[in-house]
């Protein structure tokens, strides 16, 4: 069974902390994104990486960098967290490839900044 | 830029009748992907339904199935025999190759007994 694993489903920092979220895929996908879940807004990619050390910006990259040091593993980073940054952070991962490009997504991560 | 729109915020629908969710996208390449996502309350994105652009055919997945008009770009989605596990917000999709995902703002459906 296929399988996108989220470090932690739920998270309570404080502002100005700094905040890693880990996400790990085994079906040797190439590309890994990170998105934004907000009410009314659907989902917004915050960052996309298609290929170990390489990322994109994607629409609302301000205020998070992202690391991708092994295939496998692709981590978010809020270096200091803001209360406009509570939400619920989605990791994917997909095939680059024409066949099975579908987006497979870990459980959601949902951080409160207070 | 490609955007999806989904002109429902929520929808309602009687157990075991069908229900229709809307979708229109904005692209100006010629081969890509739709998708059609379900989120259930609490739980994990899974895919519904996939459809790709140079196929003409609708997809079909049991219960669920699409109307897909490359013309006017729009990506409706079918749900026959509406079951309560259905409640969940449902996600349109679109992807160019190789590219990221652009999802649309959700439906939020309710499958009432």
């Known amino acids: 069974d296929v399988k996108v694993t989220q470090s932690s489903r739920y998270l309570v920092k404080r502002t100005g902390e700094k905040v890693f979220l880990e996400c790990v895929q085994d079906m040797d996908h190439e590309n890994m994104f990170w998105y934004r879940q907000d009410p009314g807004l659907g989902l917004r990619l915050i960052y996309f990486s298609y290929d170990v050390k390489m990322k994109e910006k994607g629409d609302i990259p301000e205020g998070y960098s992202v690391s991708r040091e092994k295939k496998e593993r692709f981590s978010l980073i809020l270096e200091s967290t803001s209360t406009n940054q509570t939400s619920m952070y989605l990791c994917?991962?997909?095939?680059?490839?024409?066949?099975?490009?579908?987006?497979?997504f870990g459980q959601g991560t949902r951080l409160t900044v207070v | 830029a490609q955007t999806v729109t989904q002109s429902q915020p929520e929808m309602s629908v009687q157990e075991a009748e069908t229900v229709t969710l809307s979708c229109t996208y904005d692209t100006s390449e010629s081969n890509y992907y739709l998708f059609w996502y379900k989120q259930p309350p609490s739980r994990q994105m899974i895919l519904v339904i996939r459809?790709?652009?140079?196929?003409?055919q609708n997809a079909t997945e049991n219960r669920f199935s699409v109307n897909f008009q490359k013309a006017a770009k729009s990506f409706s989605l079918k749900i026959s025999d509406s079951q309560l596990g259905d409640t969940a917000m449902y996600f349109c999709a679109f992807r160019f190759y190789g590219q990221n995902f652009v999802f649309g703002p959700g439906t939020r459906l309710s499958v009432l007994p």
């Open positions: 459809q790709e652009a140079y196929k003409q």
């Open positions: 994917a991962s997909s095939s680059q490839g024409r066949l099975n490009t579908e987006a497979f």
